[in-house]
């Protein structure tokens, strides 16, 4: 592994590559050794999903934190929040083997420190890049004089019942829903989680398939939707779920088989979170929609709004106390879940809110769903500061309007705003647009693009 590889896969959270090309056992096994001298802790856990290399390289890091001492708890299968539970019962550590809705020959690993806490480029992300480049240059590290025990332990029940003791599910009426696993980890945990409940379960793709045969599990592209959304039609079922590879995002689509806003599902859980614990503070992300602040402002909370990205929003969690929080990406985070993302837990959420009232989910979520929105547009461009320099320039004298660049340039007027951000590893500028018709978003829409690929 040279050092110019190593640096290409090492990003804000996570390790992510090409297998075999950028990521081999070998390699795994070093960076087993180096997160366990990072945190210097006396365990942790590790986990893998369902692609051919997951056990292998899940295995090779296990036996290099165990050559430094530290004893490894393996739960095996599980979906990403699941490691993120057991991190958090445990209070250990964590490593979770996943390259989440990526392609079939990338792998990866998300990385945390007891509890859930995020590990991120300055949280011990950096040191353990520095000390794997350096074995890798040098040869592995030393081992311990007493190495660390591994261990199995299945959590999944445990997983289960956490989720289930912070919804009240045991007075919703019947509902049939249908699930599209796309073949990643949402297969292994839901029919678990939904075990006993009133639910009639349409299974789509649960058969664990790390190679996705029949689509990607990236709900966030809408032709991965499609076969959710014909299969809601052809049922009649009343709300579909599409679950990613490592199953900690989920996306719903209504009886009509009509996509949900991530933003409307922010707002009807921040509705249901605040009823619970009143004048809390809601994390919402800077592409969210509107009507998350609005919806917070009504229900007695305060909102908060944020950077893009799972460890800007876990640091704002930790930081503000705050009870819950949204992206548009469709990752929710809760404090009754070490302030951790869980799609499973937004999931019952919605359960919970269709099937304690009579009406269909299209009708339950339109009062969170206020505004026209473009969705994520992306760009392909040459350079990425220069054409998003020219759309600032183009915007900076426009009356009413206000320029903010927390992340990305935001433009925000009465009627509409949009923001555009460069992606950290392709190049792209992702433009998003809300307004308060659809005519406008179009309008804007165009203007921008018109710029950013002149």
Known sequence: MAVADLSQIVKAYDVRGVVPDQWDEPLAELFGAAFAQVTDASAIVVGHDMRPSSPGLSRAFARGA?????????????????????????????AMFTASHNPAQYNGIKLCRAGAAPVGQDTGLTEIRTLVEGWSETGAPEPAAAPGEITRQDVLADYAAHLRSLVDLTRIRPLKVVVDAG?????????????????????????????????????????????????????????????????????????????????????????????????????HNLITSWSVPEVVGEHGGKAVRTRVGHSFIKQEMARTGAIFGGEHSA????????????????????????????????????????????????????????????????????????????????????????NLRASNTEPLLRLNVEARDEATVTRVRDEVLAIVRA
């Open 66 to 94: 165990a050559a430094r001492g530290v004893d490894v708890t393996e739960i095996g299968l599980c979906s990403t929040d699941q490691l993120y539970f057991a991190s958090g019962q445990l209070g250990l550590p964590g």
């Open 183 to 283: 073949n990643g980890m949402g297969g292994h945990t839901v029919p678990t989680v939904f075990d006993g409940l009133p639910l009639d379960l349409v299974p789509l793709y649960f058969e664990l398939d790390g190679t996705f045969p029949n689509h990607e599990a990236n709900p966030l592209d809408p032709k991965n939707l499609v076969d959710l959304q014909a299969k809601v039609r052809e049922t009649g079922a009343d709300i579909g779920l599409a679950f990613d590879g490592d199953a900690d995002r989920c996306f719903a689509v209504d009886e009509r088989g009509e996509p949900v806003s991530p933003s409307a599902i922010t707002a009807l859980v921040a509705a249901r979170e605040l009823a619970k614990h009143p004048g809390g503070t809601i994390i």
């Open 331 to 418: 990752h929710y985070y809760f404090r009754d879940f070490w302030n951790a993302d869980t799609g499973m837990l937004a999931a019952l959420h919605v359960l919970a809110a269709l099937g304690g009232q009579d009406g269909p989910l299209s009708e339950l979520v339109r009062q969170y769903d206020r505004y026209a929105a473009s969705g994520e547009i992306n760009s392909t461009v040459a350079d990425q500061a220069g054409r998003a320099a020219a759309v600032k320039a183009a915007y900076e004298g426009l009356e009413g309007a206000t320029l903010d660049e927390l992340d990305g340039l935001t433009v925000t007027t009465a009627d509409w705003w949009f």
